[in-house]
C-alpha cells in the first residue's frame, strides 16, 4: 500500500477494519460495546495494511509512541516501518520507578498512565501516538499530557477505529487525530 492513502485507499483499509474486527457485548462491564482488534491484528493482511495506513499518517514523526496494550503492538509496527524508535507507553505499576504518569477517566472507571523518568529522553521528540481506538478521549488525553510533560512534541495521533458517539475527538482536541475507520 502506498505512504500516501487515496480516498478509494482509505475506504478499503476502513472496510478490511469492520469486517475484522470483534464486537463483544457487555465487556469488561455491563452496558460496554468492546471492539475487539485481535482477528485484525492476527490477519497477515489486515495488520500490513493497518500497519502502511498508520505508518502514512505518523510519516513526520521521529519517535513512536504505543499505548498500553494494542497500541505497543501497532506503534512497534509503525515504528519499525518508518525506522523510528517505539516509546511504550505503559499503564500504572508495570514500570520501575522513578516514572512520569497521568491519571485519566474511563468510559468505565480511572487508571493511569506511566513512562520512564530516566532512560529515555524525549525532549523536543517529534511523536505521533498510535492506538487501537479512540472512545471517550481519556487515554490519548493523558498520554499527550504525559508525553508533552516529559519534553515532547506530540505531532497527532493516529488509531484504528474511532467510536464517535463517545465524543473522545473533542476532548483531545485541538490534537489532529487520523482515525482509519469510524463507527
Not at 29 to 57: I, S, Y
Not at 69 to 87: P, Q, Y
Not at 124 to 147: E, Q, S, Y
Request: glycine residues 10%.
Amino acid at each position: 500500500m502506498s505512504r500516501d492513502i487515496s480516498e478509494a485507499g482509505a475506504a478499503d483499509v476502513s472496510r478490511l477494519i469492520q469486517r475484522l474486527t470483534r464486537e463483544v457485548p457487555d465487556f469488561p462491564e455491563v452496558g460496554v460495546q468492546f471492539k475487539d482488534l485481535t482477528p485484525l491484528l492476527a490477519d497477515a493482511r489486515g495488520l500490513c495494511v493497518v500497519t502502511d495506513a498508520l505508518a502514512a499518517v505518523a510519516a513526520e514523526a521521529d519517535l513512536i509512541a504505543g499505548l498500553d496494550a494494542r497500541g505497543f503492538l501497532l506503534g512497534a509496527a509503525v515504528a519499525t516501518r518508518l525506522g523510528t524508535g517505539v516509546l511504550a507507553v505503559r499503564k500504572g505499576g508495570k514500570l520501575p520507578p522513578p516514572v512520569h504518569s497521568a491519571t485519566y477517566q474511563l468510559e468505565y472507571g480511572t487508571a493511569t498512565l506511566e513512562i520512564p523518568a530516566d532512560g529515555i529522553d524525549i525532549t523536543g521528540r517529534k511523536v505521533v501516538i498510535i492506538d487501537d481506538v479512540l472512545a471517550t478521549g481519556g487515554t490519548l488525553a493523558a498520554a499527550t499530557r504525559l508525553l508533552e510533560a516529559g519534553g515532547a512534541n506530540v505531532l497527532s495521533a493516529a488509531v484504528v477505529l474511532e467510536l464517535t458517539a463517545l465524543g473522545g475527538r473533542a476532548v483531545v482536541a485541538p490534537l489532529r487525530v487520523s482515525s482509519l475507520h469510524m463507527v
